[in-house]
């Protein structure tokens, strides 16, 4: 059974740092594609940030680039979400998601994920 497990979200004040996780088990993800989306309170679930098989392309919501990192470490089927300089509106649940295919490059759109985690909570306060 594949599961993604999300941890490191928690309550922090605005400006803090945190690194989420995101580890898959039940097979390996190292030649797939994952992202991390996010859902704020009465808002639809928006793309974060992408990463390619071998970590060597990423992409970034506007929201988030210069402030957020996403990277990969295959040889422990994880990939992480390094988030510096946290605001308020960065508040929502994040989720982790893969891509099934193989070498695929990632993408903006939920549609490509095939499995997604349970989320984690990250609140930042003012």
């Known amino acids: 059974q594949v599961q993604l497990v999300e941890s490191g979200g928690e309550l922090v004040q605005a400006g803090a740092s945190l690194r989420l996780s995101c580890a898959a088990s039940g097979r390996t993800f190292s030649r797939s594609a994952m992202a991390w989306f996010r859902q704020a309170p009465g808002k639809e679930r928006e793309f974060v940030a992408a990463?390619?098989?071998?970590?060597?392309?990423?992409a970034y919501a506007d929201s988030v680039k210069g402030r957020f990192t996403i990277s990969r470490d295959n040889a422990k089927n994880t990939v992480y979400l390094q988030m510096n300089g946290l605001k308020p509106e960065d508040t929502a649940i994040y989720y982790c998601?893969?891509?099934?295919?193989?070498?695929?490059?990632?993408?903006?759109?939920?549609?490509?994920?095939?499995?997604w985690g349970q989320g984690t909570q990250v609140t930042v306060s003012s």
């Open positions: 990463i390619n098989w071998s970590g060597g392309n990423t």
């Open positions: 998601a893969a891509d099934d295919r193989q070498y695929g490059p990632g993408s903006v759109s939920e549609d490509v994920y095939d499995y």
